[in-house]
């Protein structure tokens, strides 16, 4: 773990002195979380404004059965294996393992997130069921998803999860390399559940990004405070404001954490001296939105056809199981 641990701090200082020097200055969104972060996340999903958890469990509640049912049509007794890449909490992949359980079903759960925290409470939700065994990943996705998918077996059936609009945080060429990626770990037949959130009124989109209790603020602003304890940075928190905007062109709500003031941060891992101008921004995140079509025609040309689509109307938010051609 030790190794492990010094790897991800080496990859994440590389990755700081790398897009810090970026016009403009950047930090990926995966570093949001840590312990504190994963934390802030959960809050997040259950404020009022911020809708896709709450939708997407509701789809999996009404259609859990019918994705279990397709996975293990013609696979016998086979042992279904059921990869999940960005965890949280475990309460989404939790209904799809109770709807394994009353099918009769064994399974077999990888759990893949870079934050150790996720991991443990994944872990502790899923280990109160009997039928399923669970590994953990503490890793990237790519990383993870090739980690796991070497664990299967010959003829047992693969569903690949990544819920929680996660495919958003990419931009459209890499959102289309990543589902490629993961085709590339499945056999003709198995499955990938995508969670993806729709477009909708830029007011809504505000909401969800940049809440009134400052809960999403707070979560931001908690990466500067990473690299600072992780990293050894002299960033002040206070001085740098948390920024959400619609870029309409693009489909996508950007968060941004903008300095307050003219200042200098020191950051001793990256062996870096940065320097902000008053009103510069760093650009932590990115939530792209889709429409139906789109989300048919990324699938289909990264090698995927639709099984089936469900949409939450009220919270504009689509779940769709593809099918590996």
Not at 23 to 41: E, I, N, R, T, W
């Amino acid at each position: 773990m030790t190794q492990l641990t010094d790897r991800l701090v080496l990859d994440f200082a590389a990755d700081v002195r790398r897009d810090l020097a970026l016009v403009p200055k950047q930090l990926q969104s995966k570093y949001l979380y840590d312990a504190l972060g994963s934390s802030l996340f959960e809050a997040i999903c259950r404020l009022p404004w911020y809708r896709i958890t709450r939708a997407e469990r509701r789809l999996l509640d009404a259609h859990a059965s019918d994705i279990i049912e397709r996975l293990t049509r013609d696979s016998g007794r086979a042992v279904p294996l059921i990869v999940e890449l960005g965890c949280g909490s475990g309460e989404k992949l939790m209904i799809l393992a109770e709807a394994l359980q009353t099918a009769g079903r064994a399974g077999r759960v990888h759990l893949i997130d870079i934050s150790s925290q996720a991991l443990e409470q994944s872990e502790r939700t899923l280990g109160r069921l009997h039928h399923v065994s669970v590994v953990g990943h503490r890793e990237t996705y790519e990383v993870g998803l090739r980690q796991a998918a070497a664990h299967r077996e010959h003829g047992n059936p693969m569903l690949v999860l990544l819920l929680g609009s996660n495919v958003g945080n990419f931009d459209t060429p890499a959102a289309l390399g990543f589902l490629r990626e993961i085709r590339a770990a499945l056999a003709p037949g198995d499955f990938l559940l995508l969670g993806a959130d729709l477009v909708k009124p830029e007011r809504d989109l505000l909401l969800a990004y940049d809440d009134p209790l400052g809960v999403t603020a707070a979560f931001n602003r908690n990466l500067l405070v990473r690299i600072n304890r992780e990293l050894g940075g002299t960033f002040d928190i206070g001085a740098f404001a948390h920024r959400a905007i619609w870029n309409a062109a693009e489909h996508r709500i950007e968060m941004h954490l903008e300095s307050l003031a003219a200042q200098s941060v020191s950051i001793d891992a990256a062996g870096l001296t940065v320097r902000f101008g008053r009103g510069e921004r760093i650009w932590t995140e990115s939530s792209y939105k889709y429409d139906e079509r789109q989300i048919d025609t990324m699938g289909a040309r990264a090698g995927f056809t639709i099984a089936e689509q469900w949409i939450d109307d009220e919270a504009r938010f689509a779940l769709t199981l593809f099918r590996a051609r």
